[in-house]
């Protein structure tokens, strides 16, 4: 089982990102998914969360209004729009998979069983 994480790089204030998890060997379409940063000398923080059909979606304070998580379950990717991004948006942002099916998205990073590799995303003043 793999997540794979993709789309950081190098960007301006103001500029947008968009990341991409892939799973393998297995599918993840009924699980929650949740996207989480850890920029240097800072804890792993929450970012963003969506139930099995992308109906249900939690964001932090901080990324709200410019941040938007998607999925394609035919496609057994999660998706993270970034819009104006800001130097405080640097960070590694890693995906995450919850094992259990067709549960509400948890905020706790512990709660998810599966982890991507992380991308990391540098946002220039």
């Known amino acids: 089982v793999q997540l794979q994480a993709s789309g950081g790089g190098l960007v301006q204030a103001g500029g947008s990102l968009r990341l991409s998890c892939a799973a393998s060997?297995?599918?993840?379409?009924?699980?929650?998914m949740g996207w989480f940063r850890q920029a240097p000398g800072k804890e792993r923080e929450f970012v963003a969360a969506?139930?099995?059909?992308?109906?249900?979606?939690y964001y932090a304070d901080s990324v709200k209004g410019r941040f938007t998580i998607s999925r394609d379950n035919a496609k057994n990717t999660v998706n993270l729009q970034m819009n104006d991004l800001k130097p405080e948006d640097t960070a590694v942002y890693y995906c995450?998979?919850?094992?259990?099916?067709?549960?509400?998205?948890?905020?706790?990073?512990?709660?998810?069983?599966?982890w991507g590799q992380g991308t990391l995303v540098t946002v220039s003043s």
């Open positions: 995450a998979a919850e094992e259990a099916p067709y549960g509400l998205p948890s905020l706790r990073w512990g709660a998810y069983d599966y």
């Open positions: 060997g297995r599918t993840f379409s009924s699980a929650a």
């Open positions: 969506i139930n099995w059909s992308g109906g249900i979606k």
